[in-house]
């Protein structure tokens, strides 16, 4: 790899993990309200330099202010401009007519609708949506701690909100063009609303409406993160105990469910998750198929048999130059969350023996099942995929490492020795796949 990517994935590693030892330090002991404005307007500062930086930085690497190799950010900004010209001059009829006929289906409308509506209202600036990227990147890190310390301590959610201040995968999608930070804080602000209203008990019209809402709007962004968070909302009923909901509570919260899925069921929504579902489990050998179709050896691990397994720390981190430059870029940001995976994986353990695996039912439920699907879809190695499991894998590794006992470091160890000899064989697979290495 060259020297640039080099850089880019040691300062990625360093800046994570000495930043976030260093603020937790500092801040566990501030009053909540204090904590939550030092989280915010950290987080805020460092993603609107991002923005800024990374503007001239790729306008610098590939004559535009766009990510390497972009094509669905661009597909994005100019569909949405044109979308924009037609709102502006009233020819609604037109434009809805090409939401339906000439787009992706429903799951890429509400990113284009979003920014058909700020280019409409504000212009066609990209600057502007990056910073309201910045924006709703810096407030879910405030999210993560209120969904967090609510199930499973202040301890826990403190250390959260830190970790996801300086995430690496959140800042890196603030400077791009790409619909993931709007999708992830929609899919992250519906299961903390889901979580207030169960654990508050105040069943008031807005308290139901506001998760209702935030998770009809995820069906624009990916229908199956939508069916994720349904499915997820339900297992955690189904498994709260009796002082947290009622038998009452549980049917008229089933109930509602039920109504909200035959609703999306019998409309145009229905027929795509049915599409969806289809192709994540019903064409599992896709991948498969396509990398023998390009002449590459070792093409068969790419089937979930193999890849199911590593659901948690995929993708591994790269270390040679057949990647992509968004890939090499990120090659210290794949690491750290393939480093957090064994946390992640360690709190169900820790839930267990602390008995507390009710209180993570929402966020463990979320995280699983989604983390689940993409190993066993044509996603699996594609980083962005992964993401929204991000919010609840960082939750789920801070309860782990407040958790932590001395007799633990045993498989942390071992975990670490692991790791490593996966990510070299996964880059002597890229290698040898392509007779570059024998």
């Not at 994005?76 to 020819?91: E, I, V």
């Not at 992830?184 to 019209?205: G, N, P, Q």
């Not at 069906?219 to 009923?237: P, W």
Request: aromatic share 18%; charged share 15%; with cysteine.
């Amino acid at each position: 790899m060259k020297p640039l990517w080099m850089a880019w994935g040691i300062g990625t590693v360093l800046f994570y993990f000495l930043l976030t030892y260093f603020f937790h330090g500092r801040w566990k002991g501030d009053e909540t309200k204090t904590f939550l404005k030092k989280v915010f307007w950290v987080a805020f500062g460092l993603r609107a330099i991002f923005v800024g930086v990374m503007m001239f930085y790729y306008y610098y690497q590939t004559g535009m202010s766009m990510e390497y190799g972009a094509a669905d950010s661009l597909n994005y900004h100019f569909t949405a401009s044109h979308l924009s010209d037609l709102a502006r001059a009233g020819r609604l009829r037109e434009l809805f007519w090409m939401l339906n006929g000439h787009t992706m289906g429903f799951s890429d409308q509400g990113y284009l609708l979003y920014l058909t509506t700020l280019y409409t209202c504000f212009g066609k600036n990209i600057l502007g949506p990056r910073l309201l990227k910045a924006l709703m990147s810096a407030y879910l890190c405030v999210v993560i701690y209120k969904l967090a310390s609510r199930s499973l301590g202040e301890k826990t959610g403190r250390l959260a909100a830190i970790m996801a201040v300086f995430m690496p995968q959140f800042i890196h999608y603030t400077g791009t063009y790409m619909k993931e930070t709007e999708m992830v804080f929609l899919a992250t602000l519906a299961l903390e609303r889901m979580d207030y209203l169960i654990r508050s008990k105040r069943y008031t019209f807005w308290n139901i409406a506001f998760p209702i809402l935030l998770t009809a709007l995820t069906f624009g962004f990916r229908t199956v993160l939508s069916m994720v968070i349904i499915a997820s909302f339900i297992l955690f009923i189904l498994c709260s105990e009796p002082s947290l909901i009622s038998k009452k509570a549980k049917r008229i919260a089933l109930i509602a469910v039920a109504a909200v899925v035959v609703f999306f069921l019998f409309t145009p929504i229905g027929w795509e998750m049915l599409v969806i579902v289809h192709l994540n489990f019903g064409e599992s050998t896709g991948m498969v198929d396509k990398y023998q179709q390009l002449g590459m050896k070792y093409a068969e691990y790419a089937s979930y048999k193999y890849t199911a397994p590593g659901a948690f720390a995929m993708p591994l981190t790269n270390l040679v130059e057949v990647a992509n430059e968004n890939q090499k870029m990120m090659n210290g940001t794949y690491f750290v969350k393939n480093y957090l995976a064994f946390f992640a994986m360690w709190c169900i353990v820790a839930a267990i023996r602390e008995r507390k695996w009710r209180n993570f039912g929402l966020i463990g439920s979320y995280t699983l099942l989604y983390v689940m699907m993409i190993a066993f879809s044509f996603a699996f190695n594609s980083e962005r995929y992964h993401l929204p499991a991000l919010p609840g894998i960082i939750i789920m590794a801070a309860f782990a490492m407040t958790h932590f006992r001395k007799r633990d470091f045993a498989f942390y160890y071992s975990y670490n020795v692991v790791l490593l000899i996966a990510i070299l064989a996964w880059n002597y697979l890229k290698l040898a796949a392509r007779g570059l290495f024998f």
